[in-house]
């Protein structure tokens, strides 16, 4: 209407999530009598059949609900710790892990599925899983952004003598490119589900599916072991929070790096920016400032412990951030890790994020990865399942203060995000987008809470990507003066397409505590969607 997507909204459930399909099996659940946990675990694994390029069962993630019946917000984790024999002392170069064996690390997004599942679903996982199980037998066809991905990633990994052969047959079926409208079957995926439907998660921490993954790893050089699917456990845990405008907003507390999120906010909080023009210089400078400065005290101080963390949210520390906000100089420095990241603004960061609300009152925000396009671009044969290239997020440079060790805490940068107000549920909303996830969010919630744009336009705003240095892309629809004088301000600024994923794919679901109306948004940067029941 008038030129934009319709509003959904719903009083008995809304799924948001990147891809129709999965949304839609998201909805399935909902309608059949189950709660937003089914709905995530039926969503999630949809993702993995019509996106695998983003996410899948090998992956890791994420999530930050609202459970209803225990009236708090909690956080489920589901990053698996570091292979234990994984030999950080023969890398030097991050980009020595981007694919191949060396790369994968340990498999968490079942254990998250199933945990999501047991502790507060109210269908078996079975049930939750038969959604992709339909997806994976009978095929979908494939859309514009499905070969965009495919034929973007395929010629390296088809070049690659370990790879190729089995991510030819599994997602191009022996063809040598993806097309429009193609129907992609995934026969063998759907089998692999098939049997978790009846075994549970066991199957592949210690069972069969794990047995098939460490063999094949081993086969081509990797470190994999046993023992490390037999100890993944996804944990429970509390939020970390901060107050922004009135809302009390969560995330995962490290090894999850979402405190730079946090902290930005905090850094905002400080600024009316609601008096200002919106996406005016003044306001996109201050933002990008708040951005810059935050991702360096996140840098600096990885996987902080609970006291280091309050004292860096705290307001002696803020206001110092915000001072040098306010100041004026040129703020340069890195955004993505200790170490340098790859030339040119390139980002190999693919992950996927879905939100969720229920009639009954839950909210959930689940952010999941298999790390780069096709993970570590191994596809276990007879199963299709691609294997995550996560140890390339480990910090292998030897001068770091932030080394990596084998079997430790693997700090992310997810930020599934969830808002309350006056002790209620308000705000689902997550992105992926690498490093950039910590910036992007924070430009979104400035849309939304300060300018007080509704949920999808806040999400359709024009966003930026700050890279290392001072370099800065940003979406082609801010006006050009306004770009020309960022840079005047010190920010190396240009413009970029009107719309890239570069800035994220994000969906979110928004709660009215006055009416218990839900509302979908979802981004047109990726294939996003919301579907009401």
Known sequence: MHGRRPTISSTKGVVAAAHPLAAQAGARLLGSGGNAFDAAVATAAALNVVEPYMSGLAGAGLATCWVAAERRVKVLDFVPRVPKHFPVERFRLREDLARGPLSAGVPGNLSGWAELSRAHGKKSLGDALQPAIGLARDGFPLVEFNVEETNEHAPALQS????????????????????????????????????????????????????????????????????????????????????????????????????????????????????????????????????????????????????????????????TLRARVRDGRPITGPTEQWMEPPAGGKDPGHTTSFSIGDAEGNLICVTQSLGSPFGSG??????????????????????????????????????????????????????????????????????????????????????????????????????????????????????????????????????????????GAADPRRDGYAVAV
């Not at 933002?287 to 600096?300: D, E, S, T």
């Open 378 to 519: 191994v596809v276990v044969p007879g199963t299709g399942v691609t294997l995550n290239n996560f140890l390339y997020w480990t910090e292998v440079n030897p001068k770091s203060p932030n080394r990596t060790a084998p079997g430790a805490e693997l700090p992310i940068c997810m930020s599934p995000t969830l808002a309350t107000c006056d002790g209620v549920p308000v705000l689902a909303l997550g992105t992926p987008g690498s490093y950039g996830i910590l910036q992007t969010q924070a430009q979104a919630y400035v849309q939304h809470v300060d300018f007080g744009l509704p949920l999808q336009d806040a999400i359709e705003a024009p966003r930026a990507r700050l890279w290392d240095g001072a370099f800065v892309q940003v979406e082609g629809r801010v006006a050009p003066a306004v770009v020309a004088a960022l840079k005047q301000r010190g920010h190396d600024a240009q413009s970029f397409n009107d719309w890239t994923m570069k800035v994220g794919g994000m969906q979110a679901v928004a709660v009215d505590p006055a009416t218990g109306v839900m509302t």
């Open 160 to 319: 690659h003598a370990a790879l190729g052969g089995e991510f030819t047959r599994n997602y191009l079926r022996g063809g040598n490119k993806a097309e429009a409208g193609r129907v992609l079957a995934q026969p063998e995926l759907a089998g692999t589900f098939e049997r978790l439907a009846a075994a549970g998660p066991q199957l592949l921490y210690g069972g069969e599916l794990g047995n098939a993954i460490v063999t094949h790893l081993k086969s081509l050089g990797g470190y994999m072991a046993m023992s490390d699917l037999e100890q993944v456990a996804p944990k429970w845990k509390d939020p970390i929070s901060v107050m922004y405008r009135g809302r009390v907003v969560h995330v995962p507390p490290p090894a999850c790096e979402g405190f730079q999120f946090l902290l930005t906010l905090r850094i905002l909080e400080g600024f009316d920016l609601a008096a200002l023009e919106r996406n005016g210089v003044e306001h996109l400078d201050i933002v990008y400032r708040a951005v810059r400065l935050a991702a360096g005290v996140r840098i600096n101080n990885n996987n902080p412990s609970a006291q280091k963390l309050a004292q860096l949210l705290d307001e002696e520390h803020v206001e």
